[in-house]
């Protein structure tokens, strides 16, 4: 009896303890697991999603520091940088370093385009390629640079970038914003090239996609047209998505549907100046002159210096036979013109 | 204890097991990619036309030197054929250009080759017989064919590196034709780069006159190394200056004066194209020219030999984005039905191949994409371009010959396909679009095009079409789309005679068909370095008859004519202006 007593006590005590070391895991398990799909998530650059699970995590522990910390990067590197200021000052008051705390802030300058001492920042990535902040500043100094318009350095930086051998998807990204400096140096082919690449490497990139998109409605609009057409399915930047597969449209000579869709944008967001050069691109292809001006009057009072507007002024005012009209317009043009080229910042030395 | 054992052994494997699966749940979430995109709008459909070359015995190959591996912009032009009746009797024979070699800094001259006609697609090659091999022996490019003594037989302008040779069409040895360099004495200087040309009577004096495409100051002593991918390449045309374009005067006694000052032409323009008719409607031939990597140029004939350039008001400048092209070939034609000539260029890649609509002769507007044209894409270089109605139906459809200059260019081919376009009706307005099955086996396989020429070789009343590469053999076309679909179509031909021979570039003919009226124009140069056949074509679709057909003289003058038979060549021979 007592040997059976004994069995159950035994027994009893080994499930209570299964139960108890199962109750006091469980936390330990979930926490793992949260890392873990947030390592995940940001190996796989899924920024969005990697800063959602950090939220929650947060949530759940809010004195996570390195948390904070993770979570003003990626919002930084989301572009979302009052997030970012927010998830750094926490992690300022729960005590975290004052050196990642400076460069997390530099950081975000550089990404944004602000570039002083990049020169110097660039050349310690270069020295120190194995350095554990190297990825990030190359990041944001690639980035930085195509923000503000040096196609040449971000190169130099995503060159670099690339020799470290990241991981795919960081390797994918890296490869669209070269796509990016290279159709910034005009170089569209080259450009091309690497959007193509990149989502090669990356299906899932809806911005290597759109970029791809984009420059092939130009280049090649009947393989642009899918691409758009699976960014509408999904939802992607909408807006911005439908006005390009307008001038897809445009592009591939279907004229009457894009003549509807425009419509639709320009009911939705009609003061947006690119919307209203567009619609009167598409009436001058449609021979509606009329309907043309009134979008370039538009157009040009919100934007007195957009090219663009100013060259389809040019052809609608041909086409309306006001000859002088016309004159002046190409007198402004080619002012405007002279200007840009004037203004037009180096890009490299020419072949 | 075995049997704690045993649940401990069971909790451990449960523990692990849940947590296998719970791994794998939250690992499996493989990432979904889209299906290929598609790559090309590629139809299948009848053959347009087959290869007829190895049949014909024509073996022709324009080299241009690139063994030398120099990479120089010389080589990147290529070389044009000609399609013109030299020995009158009746049918079209063909001039081909053999461009040259390049030995250390020495620019060698390569003959061309002429084959006669023979009928049944056999030619005969009588480059030797007729002189017309010592005549060629430079580095040549393309030609320009016009009768400029007015003797009844066509003469030839060749054009080459550092030269412009006029050969005039003479009694041969043996009773048949030859030919003579006369530039000398016609006082046609023979300098800088002359590349396209044209003719075309100006001023109404009845001979035709000259303008002559010069491209830019390359030369071994200004030949920039330019780094292509990897190894050196063609540099672009910007590294280099744009040398003056010429236009001569024939003066009518064997000679030119040139006028180039007094007009005067623009100073600024890569010249590669020129293509001569009347464009605005008033019966003089004015002049559009498409340089590379500059404005193209429109010259309206003022009359009394005044020209005035109103490429940019009119809107046949640049695109429609307001920037200039690199342009290469020209033509021109009623495409849309409006009786206006409309004018496409080709162009580099990245830009589209220009399509500018007539609006009322003034005006034109860049129509490419409207018109299809932005569906094929920017990843040609266009050259040789020419309207003609294919396959009979009364509108007129294109032929493109595309081929990179670059050696090793990125995103693109050096050899590229040429394009079949076919216009069709699409949302209200013609469209033109690839034609299905892409016309044949030739249309299918990428090449290094330049020089095209339409000509219908064995006057079956189907437009054929020959083709120049480079360094590689050139192609003739047979035109076999009335064995298929457009079997039972009809067409009506015409072969315009100027009185006492003048020229007759400028003249528009138009033909009232089943409520249609159909126009088509007398042209000098067109295409790229290519001369095609001179004879006025209608297509004429289901139509057995046709109605008022209306020749507008250049210069002056009016005929109409009246239920002309079909499937037929008829020659019209000019009459006193005024007369009907």
């Known amino acids: 009896m007592a040997r059976r007593l004994s069995r159950r006590i035994v027994f009893g005590s080994v499930l209570g303890a299964v139960v108890l070391l199962g109750g006091l895991a469980v936390p330990s398990i979930q926490r793992f697991r949260r890392l873990d799909s947030i390592r995940d998530a940001l190996q796989a650059r899924d920024l969005a999603t990697a800063y959602a699970l950090l939220n929650d995590h947060l949530l759940r522990e809010p004195t996570d520091s390195e948390a904070e910390l993770d979570a003003a990067r990626t919002a930084r590197r989301l572009d979302d940088f009052d997030a970012a ?84 998807a960081d390797r994918a990204y890296a490869t669209a914003l070269r796509g990016r400096s290279l159709e910034m140096q005009a170089d569209v082919p080259a450009a091309i090239a690497d959007y193509r690449a990149s989502l090669a490497m990356d299906p899932r990139s809806d911005d290597a996609r759109f970029a791809l998109a984009e420059i092939l409605s130009r280049e090649s609009p009947a393989e642009a047209r899918p691409h758009y057409e699976e960014l509408l399915n999904k939802a992607y930047r909408s807006f911005e998505v439908r006005l390009g597969f307008v001038r897809c449209l445009r592009q591939l000579g279907e004229l009457d549907r894009a003549a509807a869709k425009v419509a639709e944008l320009k009911r939705e967001r009609g003061e947006f100046v690119p919307v209203r050069v567009e619609a009167a691109r598409i009436a001058l292809e449609q021979g509606r002159a009329a309907d043309a001006e009134a979008d370039l009057v538009f157009a040009l009072e919100r934007a007195p210096r957009d090219r663009d507007a100013h060259v389809q002024m040019v052809r609608c005012l041909r086409d309306l036979g006001r000859e002088a009209d016309a004159r002046k317009w190409i007198e402004r043009l080619t002012a405007l013109d002279a200007e840009l080229f004037r203004n037009l910042p180096s890009t490299g030395t020419k072949p | 204890m075995t049997r704690y054992r ?34 090309d709008e590629l139809p299948t459909g009848p053959d347009w036309f087959v290869d007829v070359t190895a049949r014909t015995g024509i073996a022709s190959t324009y080299r ?110 043996d009773g048949g034709r030859g030919f003579v360099d006369v530039s000398a004495s016609a006082k046609l200087p023979s300098d800088r780069w002359p590349t396209a040309a044209a003719w075309a009577d100006f001023d109404g004096d009845g001979f035709p006159d000259l303008y002559v495409c010069h491209y830019l100051d390359w030369t071994f002593s200004n030949d920039p190394h330019c780094p292509g991918t990897g190894e050196r390449d063609v540099c672009a045309p910007q590294r280099f200056q744009p ?68 490429g940019k008001l009119a809107g046949v400048a640049t695109d429609d984005n307001g920037l200039y092209n690199g342009s290469m070939g020209v033509d021109a034609a009623d495409y849309d039905g409006t009786g ?50 294919f396959d009979r139906d009364g509108w007129e459809d294109l032929a493109i010959a595309n081929g990179h200059v670059l050696l090793r260019p990125t995103g693109s081919t050096h050899r590229q396909r040429p394009l079949l376009l076919r216009n069709e009706e699409h949302e209200s307005r013609r469209q033109f679009r690839e034609v299905p099955g892409l016309g044949g086996e030739y249309f299918r396989l990428l090449r290094p095009g330049r020089g095209l020429a339409i000509a219908d070789l064995d006057d079956d009343g189907w437009p054929d079409l020959v083709v120049v590469h480079q360094n590689e053999p050139a192609a003739v076309l047979r ?15 015409l072969k315009l005679v100027g ?82």
């Not at chain 2, 052994?9 to 097991?17: E, G, H, P, Q, S």
């Not at chain 2, 400028?506 to 009226?517: A, F, I, M, Y």
């Open chain 1, 85 to 168: 200021d927010r998830h750094l000052k926490r992690y300022e008051s729960l005590g975290g370093s004052s050196e990642e705390i400076r460069l997390e802030r530099r950081l975000r300058g550089s990404q944004a385009g602000s570039l002083d001492g990049a020169s110097g920042a660039l050349k310690f990535c270069a020295d120190h390629p194995d350095h554990p902040s190297t990825a990030l500043m190359i990041e944001a100094l690639s980035r930085g640079f195509l923000a503000a318009g040096q196609p040449v350095r971000a190169r130099e930086a995503i060159e670099l970038w690339l020799k470290r051998d990241p991981p795919v």
């Open chain 2, 6 to 39: 045993g649940l401990l052994a069971a909790v451990v494997v449960l523990t692990l097991t849940a947590g296998a699966v719970g791994w794998f749940l939250l690992k499996s979430n493989p990432p979904s990619g889209p299906a290929p995109a598609p790559t």
């Open chain 2, 64 to 173: 241009n030197g690139e063994d030398a591996k120099l990479a120089t912009i010389l080589e990147s032009l290529g070389g044009g054929v000609a399609a013109f009746d030299f020995d009158g009797d009746g049918r079209l024979d063909l001039a081909f250009t053999g461009g040259g070699s390049l030995d250390g800094k020495m620019i060698r001259g390569r003959p061309g080759k002429l084959y006669r006609n023979l009928g049944d697609w056999k030619f005969e090659d009588v480059t030797e017989r007729t002189g017309f091999g010592t005549a060629t022996d430079f580095y040549t490019h393309g030609f320009a064919v016009a009768d400029y003594d007015r003797d009844g037989f066509p003469d030839l302008l060749v054009t080459g590196w550092n030269r412009l040779a006029l050969l005039r069409n003479v009694p041969g040895r």
């Open chain 2, 243 to 310: 040398l003056q374009h010429r236009i001569y005067r024939n003066i009518g006694n064997g000679t030119f004066e040139d006028r180039t000052a007094s007009v005067p032409l623009r100073p600024d323009g890569k010249g590669l194209g020129a293509l001569i008719t009347d464009l605005n409607a008033d019966g003089r031939p004015d002049v559009y020219v498409a340089n590379d990597a500059s404005d193209n140029f429109l010259y309206l004939n003022r009359g009394g030999f005044r020209f005035e350039e109103v």
């Open chain 2, 340 to 389: 206006r000539p409309s004018v496409v260029v080709t162009n580099f890649q990245g830009e589209i191949h220009a399509l500018y609509r007539n609006l009322d002769g003034r005006r034109f507007r860049h129509v490419s994409q409207a018109a299809g044209l932005g569906r094929i894409g920017r990843s040609y270089v266009g050259f040789g371009v020419s309207f003609a109605d």
């Open chain 2, 479 to 493: 035109n076999i789309a009335g064995d298929s679909h457009a079997k039972g179509r009809h067409w009506l031909r």
């Open chain 2, 499 to 580: 009185k006492d021979r003048r020229d007759l570039v400028g003249t528009t003919v138009s033909l009232e068909v089943n409520g249609r009226t159909l126009t088509r124009f007398v042209k000098g140069g067109g295409s790229y370095l290519s001369t095609s056949d001179p004879r006025v074509d209608f297509g004429l679709g289901d139509a057995t008859a046709v109605g008022k057909l209306t020749v507008k003289w250049s210069h002056g003058g009016q005929r109409t004519l009246q239920g002309l038979a079909v499937d037929q060549e008829h020659a019209i021979r000019e009459v006193e202006p005024n007369a009907k």
